[in-house]
């Protein structure tokens, strides 16, 4: 990671727990330590009060996601060649098809209260490893980079609006009059985010890649 992109995470990490804490003296101080508390979410019962404890969490944890998300994409770049990429068998994108163990949550949390096969809409990501096999030695050139970083761009530009959406709309209050509903629902968003997110950079980067190689001819 280069110096200025570990200012940025650092400076990112030292306002999300900023945040974290500001929120947490207001918790103490002007709202009677809701949330910080241990708290019974059969009783819980949402006030506006409690928006800074909620968003401050939320967004400690997409930071969390964002910055292990983008160490291993850069773990990644760094086990290839230094001019080609990686070699990858395409069929290890059949691994995406984990993903939807996810739908299991829908039978598994009415049955046991069991909220962990939510958690599997992540390996719908793994579908990226089908182009990225498809690319496997690809000569880096500079087209190649820029295509590859304008494919990262943009799929952080989608997945960090989508989180910022559902943040916008999630901590209004309690969804289908549940707050564990809600909860189940940002733990679905992120899941869903992540995936596009480890996704959409090798199939866009294809796309580009295919499609100028497609115009030359």
């Not at 280069?2 to 003296?25: P, R």
């Not at 983008?70 to 990429?85: F, Y």
């Not at 989508?162 to 969804?175: P, T």
């Amino acid at each position: 990671m280069k110096k200025n992109e570990k200012l940025f995470w650092t400076g990112c990490g030292i306002f999300c727990v900023a945040a974290l804490l500001a929120s947490i003296c207001y918790a103490v101080v002007c709202n009677d330590s809701r949330l910080v508390a241990p708290v019974d979410l059969g009783g819980y019962t949402f006030i506006p009060q409690d928006l800074p404890m909620i968003l401050s969490v939320l967004l400690l944890c997409g930071y969390v996601f964002a910055l292990v998300f983008t160490l291993c994409v850069q773990k990644k770049r760094a086990g290839a060649e230094p001019d080609r990429t990686r070699r990858l068998n395409p069929k290890l994108g059949l691994l995406g098809l984990l993903g939807f163990l996810g739908f299991l949550g829908f039978w598994s949390y009415p049955a046991r209260g069991d909220v962990t096969p939510f958690v599997f809409f992540l390996f719908f990501g793994f579908f990226g490893f089908f182009y990225e096999g498809k690319m496997s030695g690809t000569f880096m050139d500079e087209r190649f980079r820029e295509n590859a970083a304008r494919a990262q761009l943009i799929s952080y530009k989608i997945c960090f609006s989508i989180m910022f959406i559902a943040l916008l709309v999630l901590s209004q209050g309690r969804l289908f009059g549940s707050l564990e509903y809600t909860l189940i629902a940002v733990m679905i968003v992120l899941s869903i985010a992540l995936a596009l997110g480890i996704f959409l950079p090798e199939y866009l980067l294809y796309r580009y890649d295919h499609d100028e190689t497609l115009d030359e001819d």
